[in-house]
């Protein structure tokens, strides 16, 4: 295909007049991810023009060059506008052969209604070296704005990876700040099955979606299209303070009697809860259970397909099952290297907890092994594969699951791959962890804590709450679940491989929080002791 001369004029120019300011640019943006790595170049890859009514933008595709580890390649759009721009948005690009004066195009509310009218007419636009293309699925028009709707986009703030806004309270666009070859983004290809293919009821619908093709390699996904969802905020948000009131409740049953919660913690033989965790945990052990019963309904929703090759549940097989293991074996040996590197720094009290984790390594390559040694029943499929609570939004009496997208820093082909659905369920469980115990180690907006009572007692009831908690959610998903084929057919290996991935995550946690947030290591340590202590307690 012949590429317009104007377009290659365009791309031209943005490389002379971009190459030696875009470092500071990216350095500044929350989007990019290289901040802690060295560059050694930045290179203007594609340049696609928008035609747009009265306005001129271009979609700069940025590749970044690292001097450790892969390149990376970013979705810029510029906006060339003699108009009046934040400063802290515009760039002053320019070189002795062109002056263009550019700013973030996201800014501009023109810019943004034309990236949603690019998909309702399925527009096709031609850059340098790629084209970039709109399209639409069949539930476009549900979510679609009204004709006579004129109101302004509205971006959404606090954003990280990616940049998102809103059309009318019916539509949001999520745009890729990222862009990742090796075909479509998951947020995309899992959107478009559940929306329609599956017609699962519990994630926003996919109106539509924007891709950058060039040639013979398979598209990139810079943006998706989906259903807004009116909501009271995420799951995170809310059980932290259904917490708080958990802890008020907790606190006055505990003063009357401490005994009470010394005697109870999980759920008796017939799977009843004490009265004293239907007393203090309130209406949010049936919230939990819904929980529970739509992670199931999205489980089996993902595995309803046995004709899609990207999405027909797949047995496990020896090979893959020796992958797994070398893998988890090796991230478990990189986690266990750090946090001994690390001991010195740690606070006394977290550092017996981290010396009886390292003093379990053993142990834990061991439990790695015997989980995986064994031919496994159940199949692998597409699941979430980033499910937390900060991944479900809350409806008055519901949830709605958002965010397939998986986890960002990790290659497309690693993110696509089929596992086990236990994965998000021990994604889960380690979330209620979280929420349990980050309130007494950090303070959240909404939640206070009874100002009367010590640590050690709060710390001791968020325990039996998350107990309680995470058995009522694990309980309602396994009923829903049945006898569904994508999980173990057995009690004892759907226990063994949960506690698998519980294990796997926490220790994820252990290194992501010594890198991040060192005070909250003890979150995952303590997950970590609790699994060894405890070997049966998953599922009990």
Known sequence: MTRPALHLDTLHQLKASLTGILGDFLQDKRWFGGKARRITAIE????????????????????????????????????????????????????????????????????????????EREAVFQGARGDLFASRTSAFPQIALSKDDTSPPKRITGEQSNSSTIFGRRSILKLFRRVQPGGDNPELEV???LTERAHFAHVPPLGGWIEYRRGDDPPATLGVLQGFVENEGDAWEFTLKSLADYWRRAWKVHRQDPKTFQAVSAPNGAGKLPSVALETCGDYLDRAALLGQRTAQMHRALASDSDDPAFAPEPFTESFQRNIENTLRSNAADTFGLLRSQLHVLPAEVRDDAQRVLAGR?????????????????????????????????????????????????PIADRVLKRSALQDVAGMLRSFDYAAFAPLLNTFPGVELPESADRPTLALLGAKWNRWVSQTFLRAYLQEAGADDFLPQNTAETALLLRLHVLSKALFEISYELNNRPAWIRIPLAGILQLLDHPEGVLS
């Open 44 to 119: 203007v890859e594609d340049a696609l023009p928008l035609e747009l009514p009265d306005i001129t933008a271009t979609i700069v595709l940025v590749r970044v060059d690292y001097e450790v580890g892969p390149a990376e390649i970013y979705n810029i759009p510029l906006l060339h506008s003699d108009r009046s721009v934040p400063p802290s948005t515009s760039l002053a690009a320019h070189s002795m052969e062109v002056r263009i004066p550019l700013a973030d195009a996201l800014q501009d509310a023109a810019i943004l209604r034309g990236f949603y009218e690019a998909i």
């Open 362 to 410: 053993n142990e834990i390559q061991a439990l790695i092994h015997d989980a995986l040694a064994k031919p496994l029943s159940g199949l692998r499929t597409r699941i979430h594969g980033d499910y937390h609570l900060g991944q479900v939004l809350c409806t008055p009496d519901d949830f709605v699951i958002i965010d397939f997208e998986g986890e960002p820093g990790r």
């Open 191 to 193: 959107g478009r099955f």
